[in-house]
């Protein structure tokens, strides 16, 4: 499905950004709806404050491109660094205010244009908008019942439920804490600002937002689904370009060449994570990420790969022979791949939870294994030696998405099904010592020897619909005929 509907008014293109912001009319909409939903969940004594990303060194004075932090991003839609969005419910008119950096003709002369306040409310449809370094003045003058930038003179109930609160002591900061740090790791801006403001304004609560916006991200806005499935038919796209290019003694990065230019060609301007395009042994690695092997006839290569489509990203594995065709063994342990991935896609129905898939999978994997005599138990843990990882995750503004997984699926929820197994060489030998261990590694060596090195794992991303699950990834052939098949045109197209 081409993209849709999606309406520029102006192009608005920032050089300092990892991608191109539009001022689009209906994320616009859908940007205000996602923060009416939030405001929905805090009280008129609360101000919520969100930050935006860092910049990450990539080495001395290069940075890595910059990739703006997620729930900034999902509030805001603004990918420039140094914004920050403050929500005071409880105010009249200013209930939503945005900080952005103030623009320098010095440094857009290096780092290229940096939003104008106009341009920002024209992403955002935040009217109020600050520059970055009067944060610190807008703090301290809302804390001190000051309306900020107005006369003493002037006469404003603009503030004054917040004002309330804090006179009454009960003023509250709504901050996405996130993950917990440990005692010793560093602290990000939520807990440096939590820290500061606990400091300074006594008697100020803390409430840790993290849940209520995760909670509003785990379910995809119709905005949301379209750039989603945008982003995985670039995605597909490649991946069948890398099924093309892979061939005996070609390299990896070649593959993970043509993969990437087409995310570019399709103005995705990165991958939502390093690509993972690993042949023979390298794919029992789980995230093998060198690209440096040269491929053989007899070789799968296993290829994890996606693009982040303007802020979306999906997530897609195939396994395939470098010859054109599966090996007997090869197939053995591909096919219980796929029939433990439909047996995952059954049981994602509305309602379940994904613990639900992960079971239906699980299930399929044990039998099949203990029919090849990779295991020797029908029930139990001993199946995980070779099936180590979950199958299940929230894919969307990150590629392992927020989200509850205690929370029953409903339309709107999208996440993978990878099932993988992976005959990794030594992994009998790292169990512990004990007398069923020794029984078991006896029993299964020889099964073990024919399946050695292989991996494999099938990967699609998935959108719950009121119609049920639906393969976003889909155009990747995955069965055992339909990638021969590809694989075949292939070798036509070299003749
Ligand atoms: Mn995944």
Same mark, same amino acid.
């Given at each position: 499905?081409?993209?849709?509907?999606?309406?520029?008014?102006?192009?608005?293109?920032?050089?300092?950004?990892?991608?191109?912001?539009?001022?689009? /009319?209906?994320?616009?909409?859908?940007?205000?709806?996602?923060? =009416?939903?939030?405001?929905?969940?805090?009280?008129?004594?609360?101000?919520?404050?969100?930050?935006?990303?860092?910049?990450?060194?990539?080495?001395?004075?290069? /940075?890595?491109?910059?990739?703006?932090?997620?729930?900034?991003?999902?509030?805001?839609?603004?990918?420039?660094?140094?914004?920050?969005?403050?929500?005071?419910?409880?105010?009249?008119?200013?209930?939503?205010?945005?900080?952005? $950096?103030?623009?320098?003709?010095?440094?857009?002369?290096?780092?290229?244009?940096?939003?104008?306040?106009?341009?920002?409310?024209?992403?955002?449809?935040? $009217?109020?908008?600050?520059?970055?370094?009067?944060?610190?003045?807008?703090?301290?003058?809302?804390?001190?019942?000051?309306?900020?930038?107005?006369?003493?003179?002037?006469?404003?109930?603009?503030? /004054?439920?917040?004002?309330?609160?804090?006179?009454?002591?009960?003023?509250?900061?709504?901050?996405?804490?996130?993950?917990?740090?440990?005692?010793?790791?560093?602290?990000?801006?939520?807990?440096?600002?939590?820290?500061?403001?606990?400091?300074?304004?006594?008697?100020?609560?803390?409430?840790?937002?993290?849940? =209520?916006?995760?909670?509003?991200?785990?379910?995809?806005?119709?905005?949301? $689904?379209?750039?989603?499935?945008?982003?995985?038919?670039?995605?597909?796209?490649?991946?069948?370009?890398?099924?093309?290019?892979?061939?005996?003694?070609?390299?990896?990065?070649?593959?993970?060449?043509?993969?990437?230019?087409?995310?570019?060609?399709?103005?995705?301007?990165?991958?939502?994570?390093?690509?993972?395009?690993?042949?023979?042994?390298?794919?029992?690695?789980?995230?093998?990420?060198?690209?440096?092997?040269?491929?053989?006839?007899?070789?799968?290569?296993?290829?994890?790969?996606?693009?982040?489509?303007?802020?979306?990203?999906?997530?897609?594995?195939?396994?395939?022979?470098?010859?054109?065709?599966?090996?007997?063994?090869?197939?053995?342990?591909?096919?219980?791949?796929?029939?433990? $991935?439909?047996?995952?896609?059954?049981?994602?129905?509305?309602?379940?939870?994904?613990?639900?898939?992960?079971?239906?999978?699980?299930?399929?994997?044990?039998?099949?294994?203990?029919?090849?005599?990779?295991?020797?138990?029908?029930?139990?843990?001993?199946?995980?030696?070779?099936?180590?990882?979950?199958?299940?995750?929230?894919?969307?503004?990150?590629?392992? /998405?927020?989200?509850?997984?205690?929370?029953?699926?409903?339309?709107?929820?999208?996440?993978?099904?990878?099932?993988?197994?992976?005959?990794?060489?030594?992994?009998?030998?790292?169990?512990?010592?004990?007398?069923?261990?020794?029984?078991?590694?006896?029993?299964?060596?020889?099964?073990?020897?024919?399946?050695?090195?292989?991996?494999?794992?099938?990967?699609?991303?998935?959108?719950?619909?009121?119609?049920?699950?639906?393969?976003?990834?889909?155009?990747?052939?995955?069965?055992?005929?339909?990638?021969?098949?590809?694989?075949? =045109?292939?070798?036509?197209?070299?003749?």
């Amino acid at each position: 499905m081409k993209r849709v509907l999606a309406v520029a008014v102006t192009a608005l293109v920032i050089g300092s950004a990892a991608q191109p912001a539009r001022a689009d /009319d209906e994320l616009k909409a859908d940007l205000q709806a996602r923060r =009416t939903k939030l405001m929905a969940g805090l009280d008129a004594q609360t101000m919520f404050v969100a930050w935006s990303a860092k910049p990450a060194v990539y080495s001395r004075d290069v /940075d890595y491109e910059y990739r703006q932090d997620s729930n900034l991003l999902y509030l805001t839609g603004i990918p420039q660094e140094g914004t920050i969005l403050v929500i005071m419910p409880g105010n009249e008119t200013k209930k939503e205010i945005l900080f952005i $950096q103030e623009p320098d003709p010095k440094r857009e002369q290096w780092t290229g244009h940096m939003l104008t306040k106009a341009e920002a409310t024209a992403i955002s449809g935040i $009217q109020t908008v600050y520059w970055t370094a009067q944060f610190e003045a807008f703090v301290a003058s809302v804390m001190n019942r000051a309306p900020f930038e107005m006369r003493r003179t002037q006469e404003t109930t603009e503030f /004054d439920r917040f004002f309330d609160a804090v006179t009454g002591g009960h003023a509250k900061l709504s901050l996405v804490f996130g993950h917990r740090p440990g005692p010793s790791q560093p602290l990000g801006d939520p807990y440096e600002f939590a820290r500061a403001a606990r400091d300074r304004y006594i008697d100020v609560g803390l409430v840790d937002a993290t849940a =209520t916006v995760e909670a509003l991200r785990q379910v995809k806005t119709a905005y949301e $689904q379209r750039l989603l499935r945008r982003s995985l038919e670039i995605s597909s796209d490649a991946h069948v370009a890398g099924m093309r290019t892979a061939a005996p003694g070609k390299y990896e990065y070649e593959v993970e060449a043509a993969i990437e230019q087409v995310y570019l060609t399709n103005g995705a301007m990165s991958w939502s994570y390093p690509s993972i395009v690993a042949s023979g042994p390298n794919a029992t690695t789980l995230h093998y990420e060198s690209s440096s092997r040269r491929m053989e006839a007899g070789d799968l290569l296993l290829v994890d790969a996606a693009a982040d489509y303007q802020g979306q990203s999906g997530d897609i594995t195939r396994t395939y022979p470098i010859s054109g065709t599966f090996s007997p063994a090869q197939k053995d342990l591909y096919q219980i791949v796929v029939a433990a $991935q439909d047996a995952g896609i059954k049981a994602a129905v509305a309602g379940h939870r994904t613990h639900a898939v992960e079971v239906a999978a699980e299930d399929v994997v044990r039998a099949g294994l203990l029919k090849l005599g990779l295991v020797t138990e029908a029930t139990g843990d001993q199946f995980r030696i070779w099936y180590p990882h979950g199958i299940c995750h929230w894919i969307g503004l990150d590629v392992h /998405d927020v989200g509850d997984y205690k929370r029953p699926l409903e339309p709107g929820m999208a996440f993978t099904i990878e099932p993988g197994i992976y005959i990794r060489d030594g992994l009998l030998e790292q169990l512990p010592d004990t007398p069923e261990n020794r029984a078991f590694k006896e029993k299964v060596r020889p099964v073990v020897q024919k399946y050695l090195n292989i991996g494999v794992r099938l990967e699609d991303s998935f959108l719950l619909t009121d119609a049920g699950p639906e393969r976003l990834s889909g155009k990747v052939p995955y069965t055992i005929d339909a990638i021969e098949a590809l694989l075949r =045109t292939r070798a036509a197209a070299a003749r």
